[in-house]
């Protein structure tokens, strides 16, 4: 793709996570704002820089391909005007010390907030423990928690002014989750950095949806072939969006709601909705599907039984969801349809990762609630089971850094429910549930 940037909007706006995800949907509805022109975004990668200089490369441009089930669109997106590899702290710090930077934006996955077992920071994590010290005495940080809190010191000392801090990312609550993790590093090296941060920085909390799988070399060509330009990034996405906002921002935001985005005083029902059907039921095709020898979500949905099993877990879960009966059921059909699109290949390896980190807030919700009833989850319990069976090495490969513990317990149920949620260990009818769920996969179709 040949950069041409008469245009580029000055940089208001720094995100890190650069990713797929990240350039399909925060990048987008930036760009799709009526405002876009005054947003521009400094984007950070995690660590590794190589989208970062192919990006750059590019001057920031890259294709968006829509892919719906019977076509494509594409358009050249052009909200992301720099983009840097995550190691750049001093780019990182420098930027956030600029007043009209108005918003942080994060796609960092889960397990990047380094979160304990009781929601806040794992202060006893190495690392954590490195970033404590590296604060102290001024020098590079290396965990989500760190990067946010280094940014945040240097605004401070430049007197830049407030900001909103916005995470986008599957968590419960991703705003309070964020401000947590960010007060108790702060507090940890500096005290009074942690009452500037109380006094001038919002954290915004979000839904967002929009499934983006992986692009493939197929992809680059495909672009190339059709738009007749070489482009080494693009994005391919599906037609769905969405976006739900709920926060004040004190320096300000682009027009994100005349792109599409909504902004509610409370987002949890929507929140619990997606994270419970959507991405409950993408952990259940993601181990049992793959267990049965599919490879994406579209192979799985098409398998009458992991249809049946889908469907018996979205009735569970629906019935924790604090929606009207008759939306959930739109929903539910909304996402059929997306999961069926052959069109995205979006793959149950991609979505099994870091299991550890997303079953407590997809799965164990509803085994709780539906046990707390008297009702025996075996929807649940299957995708407890199917994940089970991916820890002893069936279906899609182990790739979770908290895998471990896990994987030693892995020969029981019990056990492992004992750590996953030990609340729940001495339910012996659950447990028997699970037992009976594993000894049925993997069944081949």
């Known amino acids: 793709m040949t950069p041409h940037r008469d245009d580029r909007p000055p940089v208001r706006i720094v995100h890190l996570g650069l990713g797929g995800f990240f350039r399909a949907h925060q990048a987008w509805y930036t760009g799709a704002a009526p405002d876009s022109a005054r947003w521009g975004i400094a984007a950070f990668t995690g660590r590794s820089r190589m989208l970062a200089d192919q990006l750059t490369e590019q001057d920031g441009l890259y294709t968006l391909v829509v892919r719906g089930p019977d076509r494509d ?25 600029e007043p009209d930077v108005a918003v942080v934006t994060l796609t960092v996955t889960e397990a990047a907030y380094r979160r304990h077992r009781d929601g806040g920071l794992d202060l006893d994590a190495p ?10 005495h001024g020098i590079g940080v290396t965990t989500v928690p760190g990067r946010l809190v280094a940014g945040l010191a240097a605004r401070r000392i430049a007197g830049a002014g407030p900001l909103a801090v916005v ?3 599957n968590l419960p609550g991703n705003g309070e989750a964020t401000a947590r993790v960010v007060h108790d590093l702060a507090a940890a090296a500096e005290p009074g950095l942690d009452g500037w941060i109380a006094e001038n920085v919002s954290f915004v909390t979000t ?3 929009r499934i983006t799988p992986r692009t493939t070399p197929e992809d680059v060509r495909a672009v190339a072939e059709l738009t007749g330009h070489e482009d080494a990034v693009p994005v391919v996405t599906e037609p769905f969006s969405e976006w739900v906002l709920s926060g004040d921002f004190p320096a300000g935001r682009p027009m994100w709601e005349a792109a599409g985005a909504r902004f509610a005083d409370d987002i949890t029902p929507y929140e619990t909705r997606k994270l419970l059907l959507l991405n409950g039921g993408h952990s259940l095709l993601a181990y049992a599907g793959s267990a049965r020898g599919h490879d994406t979500i579209a192979a799985a949905v098409a398998d009458p039984v992991c249809r049946s099993w889908l469907d018996q ?3 569970e879960a629906a019935r924790h969801v604090p929606l009207p009966a008759v939306e959930l059921a739109d929903y539910r059909t909304t996402l059929l349809r997306r999961f069926a699109n052959p069109r995205i290949r979006h793959t149950l390896a991609q979505i099994a990762t870091d299991g550890s980190q997303k079953l407590p807030i997809r799965l164990l919700p509803v085994l ?16 407890l089971a199917a994940w089970i069976g991916h820890l002893r090495g069936t279906g899609a490969p182990v790739n979770d ?45």
């Open 127 to 136: 690392d954590v423990r490195a970033d404590v010290s590296a604060l102290r």
């Open 207 to 209: 839904m967002v949806d």
């Open 401 to 445: 850094a908290g895998a471990g513990p896990y994987q030693q317990r892995a020969g029981s149920a019990q056990d492992v429910l004992a750590l996953l949620a030990p609340d729940l260990a001495g339910d012996t009818d659950l447990i028997h549930a699970i037992d009976e769920a594993g000894a049925h996969l993997p069944l081949r179709p």
């Open 167 to 169: 995470s986008c990312d």
């Open 368 to 383: 709780r609630g539906e046990r707390t009833a008297g009702r025996m989850p075996a929807g649940g319990a299957r995708i």
């Open 313 to 315: 877990w979205w009735d």
């Open 73 to 97: 669109e594409m358009a050249v997106q052009t909200a992301v005007s720099a983009a840097h590899p995550g190691t750049d702290l001093r780019s990182w710090c420098a930027y956030l010390s």
